[in-house]
Every structure is written in structure tokens, then in C-alpha cells.
């Protein structure tokens, strides 16, 4: 099976971790002929097979399954109650007295493997590292096509060599968690109108572009440059069958020239969104807070009571740079609206 064959409209609907991305939404996207991704990273084991099969009883296209490569980190305390403190100022603008502590790190990303392997998608993809032969091959051999997230040239070749089916090239305009695992992240800046074609020109698999497409002239642009398919992330947050609390929403259509900036002070990895109080006050130690997992799980009741409460300025609000054209439709009306820019392009 090729990638080709899977999905007839060159567009794959973006993961959005967090609980933002649902069953509904991925179905619709590969009911109107693209590819729908849910995002596993976050989810435990059962919820992937309970997610799974909601889109499976709304669907019988293909859809993708995306998943964070990591190990579960075991922290130095001193680096967590320092974590902690650098927090203070977020926490205790809540009026809280302490910071409520992390039932875990992060979800065991082998038991999330081995259950997609049980659960067989038509596509699984990966960011934040790279799986080993070994990996890929049990996927393989389970009719699973995998692709995987780069940020640079070098990355991409991993993946090949690895025997990755496709990349996604995630330029620098791309909103949520940057998908760097060669380098150091701040190196690895490349927009995607000078990423893509020197990964196009590197390899001979196919390559899915990421990073600021919104509109079909944007997709157009990128499959002239050689792309097989774009990826869109923040273009489908404002669908209805997102799941994004609606102050969330809210922001990204009120966004304009609001600007949105690089943070690794909500999760320890670098992450784009829009720029808020939450990333200014803690801009003094973004280089020093802890890394992802461990960030990510600090800040997590921070977020969730800040949404709970509205308080959009505590919250992550992941977007991409082209968040001023994001547009409020369903899923499948967007998906016609992008072919039919496509096609006047």
C-alpha cells in the first residue's frame, strides 16, 4: 500500500494533542476524502482503543493515529521542585498555595505501541523522535504505513534510512510542538518554503508539508514545490467538531495580528502559539524550566483550571502563523472550500 492511494485530497488534518482533536473530527476529515489524525500522545491505552473505535463507527475510510516518541523520564527531584518555583508567579496568581503535583510524567509510549500495532490503522506518524527498524518493520508487517515529523534535511534521511514510507517537513510556521530530534531545537528554524524542496530534493519517499497552509493557493504552492500532500493543523481548529474550549476558539478567530511566538515554558519543548501573560512572565527562565515530559505535566492543572475558569492568558493556545485566516466551518465544508481554492489556484 501506498501513501498515494489512501487518501484521494492531498490534505491530512494536523493532530492537535491535548483533547482538542475528536473521533467526530477525524471522520469527517477522511469521509470528505483527506486524511483525519488523532492525536494518541496524550491518551492512555484504553482511551486510544475507545477513540479508535468511535472513529471506526463513523467511518470506513482511512484515518492515521499520531503518537509522541519518548521514555518516561525519572527526574531529580531538585529539578522538579525547581520547576515548581519557577512556576510561583502562574500558580499563585491563581490563588493557589501550592502547585497540585502530576499524576504521572507522561503516557508509557511502549503499551501506546503496542496497542496501535493491535488496533492497525491505515497510517500511523510520530514526532519528537525517531522509532528503531525493528519498530517499523512490526508496523509494517501490520499494514501500517508510517511517517515521520522533521524539521531539517538530516532528520528526514533518518527516517528514510529507517524505512519511514513518508515524512512530514514541519516548517517553522507550524503551530503546537516542533518536532526536532537531530540538534538542538532553537537551530532548527528553517521556514517551509526553504525546507521543502531541499527535502524533496533529499529523498526518494514521499514528503507532506507543514507549517502556515490555511487556504488551497497555500496547499497549491506546496505541491508545485514537490509536496505529495500538506498538513493542517491550526486551519481546522475553529471546525465545529473541534474540541477546543470556545474561549480557545474565540482567540484564534479574533487573532488578526495578534503575533504568535516560539515557548518551551508550557511543556520544556519548543511549542507555537499565541503570545500571552503566561509566556511573558515566564520568560525569564524559559531556558531553564524543566524538559518535556516533566514541564508538560507541571503545567498541566495550571491550564486546565485556567480554562476552566476562562482565563485564556494562563492557557497554551497553540497555533501556527497563519492563524489571522483561520476560518469557523465544519470539517467536510472546509475540506470543499480548500479544493475548491485548490483548483481556482
Known sequence: MKLATVFPHPIVQGPTAGGCNTPAQVAAVSNAGALGSLACSLLSPDAIRIQTEQIRALTDRPFCLNFFVLETPQPDPAQVAQGIEYLRPVWSALGWTELPAPAKWCEDFAAQFETLLALRPAVASFTFGILSEEQIR????????????????????????????????????????????????????????????????ALNIPVIAAG??????????????????????????????????????????????????????????????????????????????????????????????????????????WCGTGVARIRSLPAAQLISALLAEIAAA
Open 212 to 317: 502556515g497552509f490555511m487556504t488551497g493557493a497555500d496547499i497549491k504552492r506546496a505541491l508545485r514545490a514537490g509536496a505529495q500532500a500538506v498538513q493542517m493543523g491550526t486551519a481546522f481548529l475553529a471546525c465545529s467538531e473541534s474540541a477546543i474550549p470556545a474561549i480557545y476558539k474565540q482567540r484564534l478567530l479574533d487573532a488578526g495580528d495578534h503575533p504568535t511566538r516560539l515557548t518551551r515554558s508550557f511543556s520544556g519543548r519548543y511549542a507555537r502559539g499565541l503570545d500571552n501573560r503566561f509566556m511573558q512572565v515566564m520568560a525569564p527562565h524559559e531556558q531553564q524550566v524543566p524538559p518535556y515530559p516533566i514541564q508538560n505535566a507541571l503545567t498541566g492543572a495550571i491550564r486546565a483550571e485556567a480554562a476552566r475558569r476562562g482565563e485564556t492568558e494562563w492557557m497554551s493556545l
Open 138 to 201: 512490526r508496523l509494517h508487517d501490520a499494514g501500517i504505513l508510517v511517517v515521520g515529523t522533521i524539521t531539517h534535511v538530516a532528520e528526514a534521511l533518518a527516517w528514510q534510512e529507517r524505512g519511514a514510507d513518508a515524512v512530514i517537513a514541519s516548517g517553522i510556521e507550524a503551530g503546537g510542538h516542533r518536532g526536532t530530534f537531530i540538534g538542538r531545537q532553537e537551530d532548527a528554524r528553517q521556514g517551509i518554503d526553504q525546507l521543502l524542496p531541499e527535502v524533496v530534493a
